[in-house]
């Protein structure tokens, strides 16, 4: 089961690392009353995990029942489940990608609640820039930003540009 959820979170993972792009590229301002530098800097080291091809690093980034849905509707739910996916896709994959962001607003449900909406451009190997939507909750407990939940949504247009 594993091997094929594998082959199908490929493409979300993907989307999943221009979603950690265009969070570290958020808006302050939109964040209003909670440090938007602590929110996006989770981004910013999914990403480097990510970069890095470090599952362990990428999946302590979630809360312990963390959950990613991935491109075609998935759920991988728990910190250890998703980093034993991410693992396996790291293991098999053949080409580095690369995701930019691209427009992302960061909007404070609660001063312990932040959901970050973010446009992706993907690009892998010699193919064209595909596009993603992600979507993440991320709560504060202990002083901490965790990832609750992430849902990325592969098909759509290219980002254009940063913001």
Request: cysteine-free; glycine content about 8%; charged content about 20%.
């Amino acid at each position: 089961m594993l091997q094929r959820m594998s082959r199908r979170l490929w493409p979300t993972l993907i989307a999943l690392l221009a979603a950690v792009s265009l969070l570290a590229a958020s808006n302050p301002a939109r964040a209003a009353g909670a440090d938007a530098a602590s929110v996006t800097g989770v981004v910013d080291r999914l990403l480097d995990a990510w970069n890095k091809r470090d599952a362990a690093s990428f999946s302590a980034l979630f809360s312990e029942d963390g959950d990613f849905i991935e491109t075609r509707g998935g759920r991988i739910h728990g910190r250890s489940n998703i980093q034993a996916a991410v693992a396996k896709l790291f293991k098999q994959a053949k080409a580095e990608n690369h995701a930019a962001r691209g427009q992302t607003d960061v909007k404070m449900v609660k001063p312990d609640v932040a959901l970050i909406l973010a446009r992706l451009s993907i690009t892998s190997g010699k193919s064209a820039p595909g596009g993603a939507l992600a979507t993440a909750v991320l709560v504060s407990a202990g002083g901490k930003w965790r990832i609750s939940a992430l849902e990325v949504a592969t098909g759509v247009p290219a980002a254009s540009g940063k913001r």
